[in-house]
């Protein structure tokens, strides 16, 4: 079969771009449909490398880089540009537009879908501009329009089925992430007495929390990402004593490196599925986590990690201590990540797409 990819963005490198990698692992002669690609970025440069990159018009207004995300009336459009009549199959990976592909009838297409649009859908819990709400109303309806497009969905998580159920009204099946647990081999965990954060510093994350609690408990915080609050998180960490480090831009090994020597990885915010949780795992470190979500799917309470159940300082405070007299085996935590292989990953993609 020839097969293409789409993925929504290549701007900057996350979760959701490794998952991507991995499929184009699976496919290494498909090419890559995408609305922006950021080739600056050393990190997509180096995954991407020798890939056939196909970009939609977005690409060729000037200055993009420094207002992509005003662009957003654009990117809908731009993925209706494409033309897959050559191919008998197309895998979108997508948490916000890259569905929104026209197919011909002999052309499957099947949509990895993490999430709904999440500033759609009201999943971030922020604040909307009552000024860009009726517009928002408007891609409500188009979003409900555009996953009729698809042949079938493919959930990252039971907690992503269950919103692709209540948005679209359609069912899937659901493909979990995988880890790459190659990346852990040659690297030896130990204690560095310091919590951890990974996240894009942005409303949803929540990543005061853990700065307020870290204060509260004098717990030294090491803090990787990038994001519009970073400003703000920085003055915030400033008002206590507590050793707080942001970091970001971080090179992979080093990166790892750090995760290696946390006491604990810290997820506040409502994740899609929590790939950074198995992350940690993978170095038989625990989680602390905001108990919603695809958490739910990668810790195992008590056995690998535990939850707190509001979304406030106390809460997360009172986790930290009870984590504090648990007994968490890493290997217990290994053993868990294990489930999530990339060769399990690439059995069940092949699997899916031969039915």
């Known amino acids: 079969m020839k097969i293409a990819l789409v993925h929504d963005d290549l701007v900057q490198w996350g979760g959701a771009e490794r998952v991507f990698e ?20 050393v990190e997509l440069f180096k995954r991407f490398k020798g890939k056939r990159i196909i ?43 890259a569905k929104n592909i026209i197919t011909k009838p002999n052309t499957r297409h099947f949509c990895y879908c993490h999430t709904p649009p999440r500033f759609l859908w009201n999943l971030s819990n922020e604040k909307v501009n009552n000024l860009l709400e009726p517009y928002l109303s408007f891609l409500r309806v188009a979003d409900q329009i555009f996953s009729n497009r698809v042949d079938k969905f493919l959930a990252g998580s039971k907690n992503a089925q269950d919103r692709i159920k209540k948005i679209y009204h359609k069912d899937s099946d659901i493909l979990y992430p995988f880890v790459d647990l190659a990346r852990f081999q040659n690297i030896t965990a130990f204690d560095g007495g310091y919590m951890m954060v990974i996240a894009r510093l942005n409303y949803y994350k929540r990543v005061d929390l853990v700065i307020k609690a870290c204060q509260k408990l004098d717990i030294p915080l ?25 970091l970001e ?26 790939l950074a949780s198995l992350e940690a795992q993978a170095f038989g470190k625990p989680v602390i986590a905001y108990g919603q979500g695809g958490v739910l799917e990668t810790v195992v309470e008590g056995k690998t990690g535990i939850f707190f159940d509001k979304q406030d300082v106390n809460s997360l405070v009172r986790a930290i201590e009870k984590l504090e007299n648990l007994n968490i085996d890493p290997n217990a935590c ?20 031969s039915t």
């Open 55 to 97: 970009t939609s018009f977005v690409q060729k207004i000037p200055g993009w880089r420094q207002m992509y995300k005003g662009l957003l009336p654009l990117y809908p459009i731009a993925f209706e540009q494409f033309d897959f009549s050559d191919y008998d199959f197309v895998i979108s990976h997508s948490t916000r537009f």
């Open 22 to 41: 991995g499929l184009t692992k699976i496919f290494p002669e498909a090419p890559i449909y995408t609305s922006l690609y950021d080739e600056n970025n």
């Open 249 to 274: 831009n971080l090179d992979e090994s080093i990166l790892l490196r750090v995760l290696s020597g946390a006491k604990a990885l810290i997820i506040p915010g409502i994740e899609d599925f929590g």
């Open 222 to 246: 090491k803090i990787i990402g990038s994001g519009s609050l970073k400003d703000s998180l920085e003055n915030l960490s400033e008002k206590g004593n507590t050793q707080i480090e942001f």
């Open 334 to 353: 290994i053993e868990n990540t294990c489930l999530y292989s990339f060769e399990k990953f690439e059995k069940n993609v092949k699997t899916i797409i």
